[in-house]
C-alpha cells in the first residue's frame, strides 16, 4: 500500500515537471521577444518621416501603430535608424 502511495507521488511530480517544461519555454520566449524591443531612444525614433522613409513603408511596422524592433507605439509617419525596406 505504501509503495502504491509512493508510485502515485511520483506520477504526480513527473506530470507536473513535464507539464511544467512548455509553459517555462513559452514564458521564457515570452520575456525574451520583449527584451529584444529597442527603446524609442536606442532606435533614435523620430515622429517624422526621414525623406521619402517613413514607418508605414517599413517591413517591421505592424498596424495600426507598433513596430516589430521598436517599443511602444509607432506613427506610420516616424522613422527610426532599423528601417526596412521591402525588396
Known sequence: MVEKRWHNSRR????????????ALLFRISQTAAADKMTR???EYQD???????CGLCTLFE???SCKVVEGDVSEDGWCKAFAMAD
Open 12 to 23: 504526480k511530480v513527473l506530470r507536473v515537471a513535464v507539464g511544467g517544461i512548455p509553459a
Open 48 to 54: 517624422t518621416p526621414n525623406g521619402i522613409y517613413s
Open 41 to 43: 531612444q536606442q532606435a
Open 63 to 65: 498596424r495600426p501603430k
